[in-house]
């Protein structure tokens, strides 16, 4: 063997620098699924089948390209066009290594590759971890940079460099400029203006997403093949006390099906992203959203092309601008920042706890157990599909966790375990930094904090619900809302250091001091239940 060549689970992009120079005579493309990366946090059943249905049919078509694949699956499930059933899976153990690291260690001293190739993993304990076994094992390797990606780590400490605050804003401006993305001829943005946020806060009506016209149309399903049915019944079994459920599970999982979830979205859905982009409704997972974050973070789609789409259509007059480049501003802007402040910090951003918040996370993320209507359909949502938008995430499971005082790093393991498009150099940040404020403010100008009433304004689930967001004590009082004071007051030294939070600290010096008491005493209820 000359080179052994690892394809990390979230690496699925045959157009990837691991390919360059590839001699199939000679090179055998390596990929392992192990336990660990399942049960590190407490995996969902669909986040898992996603990863392991998309790696192995990643390796099937590498496969049928005539390359040699070393596949190490979990067990005898595996389809025979992906596992070789003459070749030594568990290196002569009784059972495969549970970590990455232990697998490749086993494959390294029994095949003594003359050097390994890599692309950068996506995780910096990962990183480290790989990088340790092929320094002990006394191979010559060689770690490439992943070119998936629009901003290198070079750019963005270039960015960074001088910079007393980083703001995503202003990063993204530079990646519009760099990228020739929405621009005019002159160089100037397409309309006028850099950012169209304010047009992007749409609600829907008392009839909601259904009254519109045209109708709104569910995304593009994919059936599960035989395969993926193989995957779903071997998680089903092995990981049966995992949270979630697999019965609904139809994400797109190869480069075909990404690259027609992209053509879906474009034609049938990018026009009233932009509008309804922030608005929820209960029993509506999907509305206006993409679904291309998991293709995305599984590199079956590349973001050159997810752009360049979307900037299409608002040119060929298909989708309004506003909305084009709010879409985009998630691709270029904040997707590429988030891993630009996620490399910049580690690996001291995980230990981040900027309000010192300690509070356990309640049971009833793991179950949606509540009777609150917003949370109840949220996290509901999340368990039966993997999925929930950003909205629901920053603005209802985050901002609830936030109010409540949770400990930063619990929260983070929670959306690291539930999501299908979870992985850590793009969740962590969002989760610590935008949802949590535990960087301090790396990540968001403010903390990103609301009483039960912008729940109540962007979605239909209070009138569903037994609590009043208008009220702050008493038994129908919303613990949104309790929770929104009793945070302000709580922090009300260290908030008024941020001109941001101003308004919202004049609207809290109204409160006499019977009030105050009286949602202390109901917010130190809520945290004992």
Same mark, same amino acid.
């Given at each position: 063997?000359?080179?052994?060549?690892?394809?990390?689970?979230? &690496?699925?992009?045959?157009?990837?620098?691991?390919?360059?120079?590839?001699?199939?005579?000679?090179?055998?493309?390596? @990929?392992?699924?192990?336990?660990?990366?399942?049960?590190?946090?407490?995996?969902?059943?669909?986040?898992?089948?996603?990863?392991?249905?998309?790696?192995?049919?990643?390796?099937?078509?590498?496969?049928?390209?005539?390359?040699?694949?070393?596949?190490?699956?979990?067990?005898?499930?595996?389809? $025979?066009?992906?596992?070789?059933?003459?070749?030594? /899976?568990?290196?002569?153990?009784? #059972?495969?290594?549970? #970590?990455?690291?232990?697998?490749?260690?086993?494959?390294?001293?029994?095949?003594?590759?003359?050097?390994?190739?890599?692309?950068?993993?996506?995780?910096?304990?990962?990183?480290?971890?790989?990088?340790?076994?092929?320094?002990?094992?006394?191979?010559?390797?060689?770690?490439?940079?992943?070119?998936?990606?629009?901003?290198?780590?070079?750019?963005?400490?270039?960015?960074? =460099?001088?910079?007393?605050?980083?703001? @995503?804003?202003?990063?993204?401006?530079?990646?519009?400029?760099?990228?020739?993305?929405?621009?005019?001829?002159?160089?100037?943005?397409?309309?006028?203006?850099?950012?169209?946020?304010?047009?992007? =806060?749409?609600?829907?009506?008392?009839?909601?997403?259904?009254?519109? $016209?045209?109708?709104?149309?569910?995304?593009?399903?994919? #059936?599960?093949?035989?395969?993926?049915?193989?995957?779903?019944?071997?998680?089903?079994?092995?990981?049966?006390?995992?949270?979630?459920?697999?019965?609904?599970?139809?994400?797109?999982?190869?480069?075909?099906?990404?690259?027609?979830?992209?053509?879906?979205?474009?034609?049938?859905?990018?026009?009233?992203?932009?509008?309804?982009?922030?608005?929820?409704?209960?029993?509506?997972?999907?509305?206006?959203?993409?679904?291309?974050?998991?293709?995305?973070?599984?590199?079956?789609?590349?973001?050159?092309?997810?752009?360049?789409?979307? $900037?299409?259509?608002?040119?060929?007059? =298909?989708?309004?601008?506003?909305?084009?480049?709010?879409?985009?501003?998630?691709?270029?802007?904040?997707?590429?920042?988030?891993?630009?402040?996620?490399?910049?910090?580690?690996?001291?951003?995980?230990?981040?706890?900027?309000?010192?918040?300690?509070?356990?996370?309640?049971?009833?993320?793991?179950?949606?157990?509540?009777?609150?209507?917003?949370?109840?359909?949220?996290?509901? &949502?999340?368990?039966?599909?993997?999925?929930?938008?950003?909205?629901?995430?920053? @603005?209802?499971?985050?901002?609830?966790?936030?109010?409540?005082?949770?400990?930063?790093?619990?929260?983070?393991?929670?959306?690291?375990?539930?999501?299908?498009?979870?992985? $850590?150099?793009?969740?962590?940040?969002? /989760?610590?930094?935008?949802?949590?404020?535990?960087?301090?403010?790396?990540?968001?100008?403010?903390?990103?904090?609301?009483?039960?009433?912008?729940?109540?304004?962007?979605?239909?689930?209070?009138?569903?619900?037994?609590?009043?967001?208008?009220?702050?004590?008493?038994?129908?009082?919303?613990?949104?809302? /309790?929770?929104?004071?009793?945070?302000?007051?709580?922090?009300?030294?260290?908030?008024?250091?941020?001109?941001?939070?101003?308004? &919202?600290?004049?609207?809290?010096?109204?409160?006499?001091?019977?009030?105050?008491?009286?949602?202390?005493?109901?917010?130190?209820?809520?945290?004992?239940?």
């Amino acid at each position: 063997m000359r080179h052994l060549i690892l394809i990390l689970g979230d &690496q699925l992009d045959r157009r990837s620098a691991a390919f360059d120079g590839l001699d199939p005579r000679q090179d055998v493309l390596w @990929m392992a699924e192990v336990a660990h990366e399942s049960t590190k946090v407490w995996s969902a059943k669909a986040r898992i089948a996603v990863f392991l249905a998309a790696m192995r049919h990643f390796a099937a078509a590498l496969r049928e390209e005539g390359l040699n694949v070393d596949y190490h699956a979990f067990d005898a499930t595996t389809p $025979e066009s992906i596992a070789d059933p003459d070749a030594d /899976t568990n290196g002569g153990m009784a #059972t495969p290594p549970s #970590t990455l690291e232990a697998r490749l260690a086993v494959t390294l001293r029994a095949q003594r590759p003359e050097r390994v190739i890599l692309v950068e993993p996506g995780e910096w304990s990962v990183r480290e971890a790989l990088r340790g076994v092929l320094d002990a094992a006394g191979i010559d390797w060689e770690e490439r940079p992943d070119r998936h990606f629009l901003c290198s780590h070079e750019q963005f400490a270039a960015h960074a =460099r001088g910079r007393r605050q980083l703001r @995503m804003e202003f990063f993204y401006r530079e990646m519009r400029q760099w990228h020739r993305v929405l621009l005019d001829a002159a160089g100037d943005p397409e309309g006028g203006q850099w950012n169209y946020d304010v047009d992007n =806060r749409g609600r829907f009506g008392a009839g909601g997403p259904g009254a519109l $016209e045209p109708p709104l149309r569910r995304p593009r399903r994919f #059936t599960p093949d035989a395969i993926t049915r193989a995957v779903l019944e071997m998680v089903e079994a092995r990981f049966a006390t995992h949270p979630g459920a697999l019965n609904e599970f139809d994400w797109p999982i190869t480069r075909a099906q990404a690259l027609e979830a992209l053509a879906d979205f474009i034609e049938h859905r990018l026009e009233r992203f932009g509008l309804y982009q922030d608005a929820i409704w209960t029993g509506e997972p999907w509305l206006f959203h993409s679904r291309l974050s998991v293709a995305l973070n599984l590199k079956l789609l590349d973001p050159r092309e997810v752009i360049d789409a979307a $900037e299409r259509a608002w040119r060929a007059g =298909r989708a309004p601008l506003a909305a084009v480049e709010g879409f985009i501003r998630q691709v270029l802007g904040w997707r590429e920042y988030v891993r630009g402040v996620y490399w910049q910090s580690m690996p001291d951003y995980a230990q981040r706890n900027a309000l010192q918040a300690s509070a356990p996370l309640p049971a009833f993320y793991w179950t949606g157990d509540t009777d609150m209507a917003c949370l109840r359909d949220a996290i509901g &949502q999340t368990l039966r599909l993997g999925h929930a938008h950003h909205i629901q995430r920053l @603005m209802v499971t985050g901002l609830y966790a936030l109010l409540l005082g949770v400990e930063p790093r619990a929260v983070h393991e929670w959306y690291l375990a539930v999501y299908v498009d979870a992985v $850590e150099w793009v969740e962590m940040p969002n /989760t610590l930094g935008m949802s949590q404020y535990a960087d301090g403010g790396t990540m968001a100008s403010k903390p990103y904090v609301a009483s039960g009433k912008y729940i109540q304004r962007m979605s239909n689930a209070c009138a569903g619900c037994r609590y009043d967001p208008a009220r702050a004590t008493g038994p129908k009082a919303c613990p949104f809302t /309790t929770l929104y004071w009793d945070f302000l007051a709580r922090h009300e030294t260290t908030l008024r250091t941020n001109p941001r939070m101003a308004m &919202q600290l004049r609207n809290l010096a109204r409160l006499d001091a019977e009030a105050r008491a009286a949602i202390a005493a109901q917010a130190s209820g809520l945290r004992e239940r």
